[in-house]
C-alpha cells in the first residue's frame, strides 16, 4: 500500500482516487451498524479497506468489493487471521456489479459515487435497495463541489442546482481545474461531486428512507463541506 499523504489521505493503486486513513462520521455508523448486525454487509468500492477492517473487528461479516484486484488482497493481507472467516473479497466495477436481492443488512459506498455519471449514480443506489434486506440500511459518502479543486466551481454548482440541473456538479474534464502536476495518466475524464440533498435525492428516487443527510469534513477541518453524507433504510 502507497505511503499516505500529510493529510492522512492514500493514493489507489489504479491512480483513481484516494482512501482516507481515518472513517468519516457515516462510515463510522457503518461499521457500527454491520458490527452489530448477524447478516452479510457491503463495502462497496472498499480500496484497501478501512472500513472493513473497523466493522471486521467490530464482528461484522463482510464482503469488500472493488475494482482493483490489488486492493483486495491488500485488504487479505491487512486482516488478521481470526477474521479471515469473516471476510470475502470480490473484483467488480459499478455500476456492472449484481448481487442478489436481499443479501445484505448494511452496504457502506464511500467516495466512490463521484466517479460515476448520473445515470449510474442512480442506477447504482437502485441496485443497493434491491440488495438491501428488508430493513437494511445504505451509508453513502460522496465528495462535494465544495472541496479541492473542485471548489472554484462552487458558485456555477449552486447556479445549476438552482436551475434543476439533477447533476449540477458534473465535470465532463477534470483537467480544466487540475494543475499539471496534479494529473496522472489513469484518472478519470469526469467527475460528479453532489451534496447531501443529490445523494438524499437519489435515495428516496430508489425508494429507501433518509435518516441522515448532511456535510462532513475531514478530521483536520471537521466543520468543512468535504463530504456528503447520506444513511437510508430499506422499508421492513
Excluded at 5 to 12: E, L
Excluded at 63 to 71: E, F, I, K, Y
Excluded at 111 to 130: K, N, P
Aim: glycine share 8%; proline share 7%.
Amino acid at each position: 500500500m502507497p505511503e499516505a499523504t500529510d493529510r492522512g489521505m492514500v493514493p489507489t493503486l489504479n491512480n483513481k482516487g484516494f482512501m482516507s486513513t481515518s472513517l468519516d462520521p457515516v462510515s463510522t455508523a457503518f461499521t457500527i451498524y454491520a458490527g452489530q448486525s448477524d447478516g452479510l454487509s457491503l463495502d462497496l468500492g472498499c480500496a484497501y479497506g478501512i472500513a472493513s477492517l473497523t466493522a471486521l473487528e467490530r464482528g461484522a461479516r463482510i464482503v469488500a468489493c472493488d475494482m482493483d484486484p490489488g486492493h483486495i488482497q491488500v485488504l487479505l493481507s491487512k486482516t488478521s487471521p481470526d477474521l479471515q472467516g469473516q471476510l470475502s473479497g470480490i473484483v467488480a466495477e459499478m455500476p456492472k456489479i449484481a448481487f442478489q436481492p436481499n443479501s445484505f443488512a448494511a452496504i457502506l459506498c464511500s467516495r466512490a459515487l463521484h466517479f460515476l455519471i448520473g445515470d449510474h449514480v442512480s442506477e447504482t443506489i437502485a441496485a443497493m435497495a434491491d440488495w438491501l434486506e428488508p430493513g437494511g440500511k445504505v451509508f453513502l459518502i460522496a465528495d462535494t463541489p465544495y472541496t479541492g479543486f473542485w471548489a472554484r466551481g462552487a458558485a456555477d454548482y449552486e447556479k445549476r442546482k438552482a436551475a434543476g440541473d439533477l447533476w449540477p456538479g458534473f465535470i465532463p474534464d477534470v483537467t480544466v481545474y487540475l494543475p499539471d502536476q496534479a494529473r496522472t495518466k489513469a484518472q478519470l475524464r469526469h467527475l460528479n461531486p453532489m451534496d447531501p440533498d443529490i445523494l438524499a435525492r437519489a435515495c428516496k428516487e430508489a425508494g429507501l428512507i433518509v435518516e441522515h443527510a448532511d456535510f462532513s469534513g475531514r478530521p483536520d477541518q471537521p466543520d468543512s463541506k468535504t463530504h456528503a453524507g447520506v444513511i437510508a433504510a430499506k422499508a421492513g
